[in-house]
């Protein structure tokens, strides 16, 4: 879901392979086997099918509102605000899709799955945005497959990457005309010190530093936006890739000093990993 506030896209991948999935309860994460292609989604492009394995499409009453990230076969990552209203906190009315690369056609590659459990962050503040990062249980365990697989969580409250570092946006979002809406797109873009989004002719105040990161480039030439909502900030070091970030808000999209806004998945890796350990599923890292 969705707040006014809340204007931040990305977009990504498309084509189609059929192949038979492998039912595993343990897979390598980061390490997709088709390669992302390396190119610098307001400014982004269509990604190539399959390159991000890990990303998931959420609909709620089957329309696209948000996106995720595979952490193993029965857990997505994605954002609180997604789903911050009374009656979207209903699991029944949400559908997750994995292998997919359309958003207006079915995938070959594509597997649905139900939605068994909403786990919002109980920190979470729906004005300030703080903490906005959800756990999502699956009906269905995933089935790994080369279009199919986990992503890495950060392993300590530190960053995996530098300020600057290029990293990816990924997603279905609003591409304000600048590319095809109707697939997965990518965008490179570096994460931009704190120094610049707590200034007060950026974020201001609004900016919690520590707990979130903005992203992008100050002309705000590429952004997230509109439907990209609770997607990876994917970061690739040491030969994986990691879910850095989780995309959250920003004053509409693509401005100049307003870039992305992202919930800094390493400082919640204590929650993520205490929580599915709890639920019987733990983190394979």
Not at 108 to 131: C, G, R
């Amino acid at each position: 879901m969705y707040t006014s506030l809340l204007n931040i896209a990305i977009v990504l991948l498309c084509g189609i392979t059929r192949y038979h999935g492998v039912r595993s309860d343990s897979q390598s994460c980061g390490t997709p086997d088709i390669q992302p292609m390396s190119s610098r989604i307001i400014g982004g492009q269509e990604a190539i099918p399959g390159s991000w394995p890990w990303m998931a499409m959420l609909t709620e009453v089957g329309v696209q509102v948000c996106g995720g990230s595979i952490l193993n076969n029965q857990f997505i990552l994605s954002a609180a605000h997604c789903f911050e209203d009374a009656i979207s906190q209903n699991p029944l009315r949400w559908q997750v899709y994995v292998g997919k690369h359309h958003l207006d056609r079915k995938d070959s590659t594509e597997a649905l799955h139900h939605v068994k459990q909403i786990f919002m962050h109980p920190a979470y503040d729906n004005i300030t945005l703080e903490n906005d990062i959800a756990l999502l249980r699956l009906e269905e365990p995933i089935i790994y497959n080369e279009r199919v697989k986990p992503i890495c969580v950060p392993p300590t409250r530190y960053r995996v990457v530098p300020i600057n570092y290029p990293c990816y946006t990924t997603g279905w979002g609003d591409t304000r005309g600048t590319g095809n809406r109707l697939v997965l797109n990518q965008a490179m873009m570096p994460i931009i010190s704190g120094y610049f989004c707590s200034r007060n002719d950026w974020y201001g105040s609004r900016f919690i530093a520590g707990l979130t990161f903005c992203a992008g480039y100050m002309d705000g030439s590429k952004d997230a936006c509109t439907g990209d909502s609770g997607g990876p900030f994917n970061c690739k070091y040491d030969g994986k890739w990691y879910v850095q970030g989780i995309a959250s808000w920003g004053y509409d999209c693509g401005q100049p000093k307003w870039p992305g806004i992202y919930t800094d998945v390493s400082k919640y890796g204590t929650w993520i990993r205490g929580l599915m350990l709890q639920e019987g599923v733990p983190l394979d890292d």
